[in-house]
């Protein structure tokens, strides 16, 4: 049996030196990225300073400046790991209500619930990176889709709602969705407990519920 070294060692000979493998350089990439996002949800924009990442991802500031030149990029880079949060990470999905359309407007309340109690760095990252999208118009392009897709799938939940006849046939669905993302991004943005939070939700059901 040949040793693993052996192999190893004959598919690095011709490599230049000093160049590191793919995967390595991926992650040193993101323990910056993971290190400047730690940053931000816990001590804000105001709080990210390259000794302070370099320092929490482990690496000199020549690597940081490698990977990123520029703080912005930095903070690009970070906006896009944010939005794979959000893509990647939820709540178990919602037991089966008495309609489709109730079933999916449960599993978006799963998930403010799983967010606010398992991850609330996300919610508080989020805030940050929202309110510097107000000026910044890289920050904007990265956050501005995953909002308007938040909104789409909302609306698409109100209007199987209408058509099953569960929600309120007046209702538009543009405008409601609009609310309740509003309503959910307003209340992550102030910590509220979980009581209110479940009178928060048991609210939007209310409102958009047949009486």
Not at 82 to 93: G, I, N, R, S, W
Request: charged share 25%; glycine share 10%.
């Amino acid at each position: 049996m040949k040793r693993a070294g052996n192999a190893a060692e004959k598919k690095t000979a011709g490599r230049p030196a000093g160049r590191r493998p793919a995967f390595a350089a991926a992650d040193r990439r993101g323990d910056l990225v993971r290190a400047a996002y730690g940053i931000i949800a816990t001590e804000g924009f105001e709080g990210l300073r390259t000794r302070g990442i370099v320092a929490a991802a482990g690496v000199n500031i020549a690597t940081l400046h490698y990977y990123f030149p520029t703080k912005e990029a930095l903070v690009g880079a970070v906006a896009q790991h944010l939005v794979a949060q959000f893509v990647e990470v939820h709540a178990p999905a919602a037991r089966p209500a008495a309609s489709p359309a109730l079933t999916r407007l449960h599993q978006e309340f799963a998930d403010a619930r799983f967010y606010q109690a398992e991850r609330p760095d996300v919610l508080t990252v989020v805030q940050e990176f929202l309110l510097r999208a107000r000026r910044d118009p890289v920050i904007a392009g990265i956050l501005d889709p995953l909002m308007r897709h938040w909104r789409g799938e909302i609306g698409e939940i109100v209007e199987a709602g209408i058509a099953e006849g569960v929600f309120r046939a007046e209702l538009d669905p543009r405008v409601a969705a609009a609310s309740i993302v509003a309503t959910l991004t307003g209340a992550a943005s102030h910590g509220l407990d979980g009581e209110v939070l479940e009178g928060i939700l048991a609210g939007i059901e209310s409102w958009l519920t047949k009486e």
